[in-house]
């Protein structure tokens, strides 16, 4: 069970890492998951807001900490609103940034004029329509989604957390505190010192002899299991 939660951990703390170099340090990062955090009114595990956040930052969004809050805002808005689960629209709405697709996010109501989130966006960096390059469309377009999104806050108002959301929040606190000790047990110095004594007791027992080490563990249960028949 402790191998398990190591790896799991192992598994976390990679993201953790991922995260923080894409995100171009510690202090940036943790001002991105806390924003992210806000936006979603604490229902959603920060693994999940890590993972989806490294994929923005792959794709080579530049966003703030404040334009991530409004991203998760907005998934937030729009789960309300019918198009599915905080996570499911996060996915949408990231994917639809990542590969330019306005379709993506016309099928959950947010309308982009290309043509014109391209013509801001070359007036705003002085540069002719004509010469902008793919990556500056895609640029042009997360802008406009960025305000799209925002509108959509706005319009909105004061969200009220229902009972399944503050039911959700208590979830996630449990699993993130789950998660602190897998990545704990992951990181701890001890336990890492443990498991490479313990390996090394059983190799200098039994080498490379995996049915000797095998019959002692089935020897040691049988004979636990007798005493306690007895």
């Given at each position: 069970?402790?191998?398990?939660?190591?790896?799991?951990?192992?598994?976390?703390?990679?993201?953790?890492?991922?995260?923080?170099?894409?995100?171009?340090?510690?202090?940036?990062?943790?001002?991105?998951?806390?924003?992210?955090?806000?936006?979603?009114?604490n229902t959603v595990d920060d693994v999940v807001l890590m993972t989806e956040a490294n994929k923005l930052l792959q794709a080579g969004f530049k966003g703030t900490a404040e334009d991530f809050k409004?991203?998760?805002?907005?998934?937030?808005?729009?789960?309300?609103?019918?198009?599915?689960?905080?996570?499911?629209?996060m996915h949408s709405v990231d994917r639809a940034i990542q590969m330019g697709s306005v379709r993506r996010l016309a099928l959950m109501g947010i309308t982009i004029n290309t043509t014109r989130a391209e013509l801001d966006y070359a007036a705003a960096?002085?540069?002719?329509?004509?010469?902008m390059t793919e990556s500056q469309k895609k640029e042009a377009l997360r802008a406009a989604t960025l305000e799209a999104m925002s509108k959509k806050v706005a319009e909105a108002g004061v969200i009220e957390l229902s009972l399944a959301q503050r039911v959700q929040q208590v979830i996630k606190w449990i699993g993130d505190f789950g998660d602190a000790v897998k990545q704990h047990i992951d990181s701890s110095g001890a336990v890492r010192n443990a498991f490479i004594a313990i390996q090394e007791?059983?190799?200098?027992?039994?080498?490379?002899?995996?049915?000797?080490?095998?019959?002692?563990?089935?020897?040691?249960v049988d004979k636990f299991a007798n005493l306690v028949a007895e």
């Open positions: 069970a402790v191998l398990s939660l190591g790896s799991q951990g192992a598994r976390l703390n990679d993201i953790e890492r991922g995260f923080q170099n894409l995100a171009g340090g510690a202090e940036r990062a943790t001002a991105i998951l806390e924003a992210m955090r806000q936006g979603t009114a409004t991203l998760t805002q907005g998934a937030q808005v729009l789960s309300r609103q019918g198009f599915g689960s905080i996570e499911t629209v960096h002085d540069v002719s329509l004509s010469r007791a059983w190799q200098k027992a039994f080498g490379g002899d995996t049915q000797s080490m095998l019959q002692a563990v089935v020897a040691g």
